[in-house]
């Protein structure tokens, strides 16, 4: 479990601020060692922590929208396909995306909200996915939000060609088993080539995650009150060292799918449709049904175990799934000890906190004299 340093913080200060009787002796030197071991237990953490904390969001901040970049615009695509998307605003603490028409499948492109990220990682989300009502399962055909990793793509909406999604998502929300019950898809797709498997999900609600391993990624889940476990492991020796890390959503394949991909990326899919764009199958009406909203996204540096170097992580026979899950899953899914704030603002918590022990520790050392 990470380490709550702003309950620390308070701890020593309360230690502070007791009687002088209460820290003498060894068991006041006992106090001072203590409390300055936390202070370094805490700022070790945010240390090992430092390299990816700032790319963490537990959606206490509204203004934290501004930290994730978005595909349409870096792509220069110029269609915001959200309805909806905020933080701490439709929901507290959470983002919230809602889409218009629109999928994620071969050259048909989605909404996304990432970070750029290199070399190994895990993603970690909660994710709860319902139909516009905010309760019930998502009507329309892959109706889902989740968590992806892509290969950035150096285009824009004048230079885009087919062919060139590269991408692994794992998502939950409704696929296509009539709307009865939610459902789980994980999805690889290389060169546009998208393959998925759907499969039972227990409920609106999971956590779910990424974890990228040299040439591997392996996709976690955890339904609520159950263990994590494996879902899918994946070889994507082709993904480069900086790929782009987040959240996606999508509503609505029965109507999308009649778009031509380059005018379904390029517009919002919602009558009236823009100028120039033609209904191709006017019978078809436009419904899409997902309200995806996220409790946190969380980015945690992994260290490979020693053993598994050189192991093919896509052989459940040569590495089970208990060896991923001994420092994957709730390993890796480590909350920002202090959500609010950012590197620069955490390595000054744990100066104060160091110096808070040390002068615990200084004054237990005089009460022994």
Known sequence: ????????????????????????????????????????????????????LP???????????????????VEQWNADQLEIY???????????????????????????????????FVVTI??????????????????LGGVMIRTPRDITSATWTPGGENYVFLSLGHGN?????WQFEVKTTVNSNSMLILSPAPGAAAELQLARLGEYVIALRREPGQPWVVHR???????????????????????????APFVHNGNVLDPPLPPGVTDPDPSRPFAPDLLATYDYVRFFRPTLPPELE???????????????????????????????LGTAASLTLFSLLAAAAALIFRTASRSTQ
């Not at 088993?177 to 019950?181: A, F």
């Not at 020796?237 to 009649?258: E, H, I, L, R």
Request: with cysteine; proline share 6%; net charge negative.
């Open 310 to 340: 050189g192991a093919d992580l896509t052989d459940q026979s040569q590495v089970p799934d208990s060896d991923l899950l001994a420092f994957l899953g709730e390993h890796a899914n480590v909350p920002n000890p202090v959500p609010a």
């Open 1 to 52: 479990m990470p380490c709550d340093s702003l309950g620390v913080l308070r701890s020593l200060c309360g230690l502070l601020g007791t009687p002088p009787g209460a820290r003498r002796g060894a068991h006041a030197r006992a106090i001072g060692v203590a409390a300055f071991g936390l202070a370094l237990g805490a700022g070790a953490g945010l240390a090992r922590a430092n390299d990816l």
């Open 126 to 143: 909660e994710v709860t996915a319902t139909g516009r009502d905010g309760s019930s399962v998502p009507q329309a055909l892959y109706s």
């Open 177 to 181: 088993n009539g709307g009865t019950s």
């Open 233 to 259: 492991r994946y070889q994507r020796s082709d993904f480069p060292a900086t790929v782009q890390v987040g959240v996606v959503s999508y509503t609505d394949w029965f109507k999308a799918q009649v778009f």
């Open 86 to 120: 905020d933080i701490d605003a439709t929901q507290p603490g959470r983002m919230v995306m809602m889409p218009y028409t629109v999928v994620w499948f071969q050259d048909w492109r989605g909404p996304f909200s990432f970070k750029e990220i290199a070399d190994d």
């Open 55 to 73: 790319l963490s969001d537990e959606f206490g901040d509204a203004a934290s929208l501004s930290n994730w970049l978005r595909v349409h615009e």
